[in-house]
């Protein structure tokens, strides 16, 4: 997970998922000429499951906040839709 990086929100009124990694074989390439391949979602099911996976690092991390979080993102996201604005 040293060369991943993810931000995830999964709030009631907004969702989304931004995850990135940087491409191996970079080490003396310097910082702001490094690429990566990045991934972006608002399917509020695959955040669901991104916000799961990182409170589970968390947890296994020993971060004492992340149980209670499990328990909260266990049940089935709210569907959501999508209207853009007038």
Do not use: H, K, N
């Not at 209670?68 to 993102?73: A, D, V």
């Amino acid at each position: 997970m040293r060369r991943e990086w993810a931000v995830v929100c999964d709030a009631p009124d907004s969702v989304a998922c931004l995850t990135a990694w940087e491409i191996p074989g970079q080490s003396e390439v310097p910082d702001r000429q490094r690429i990566f391949e990045a991934l972006w979602t608002v399917d509020p099911v695959a955040v669901r499951d991104a916000a799961r996976v990182a409170a589970g690092v968390a947890e296994s991390a020993g971060v004492l906040a992340a149980r209670p979080l499990l328990y909260e993102l266990a049940e089935a996201p709210v569907p959501r839709t999508t209207t853009p604005p007038e």
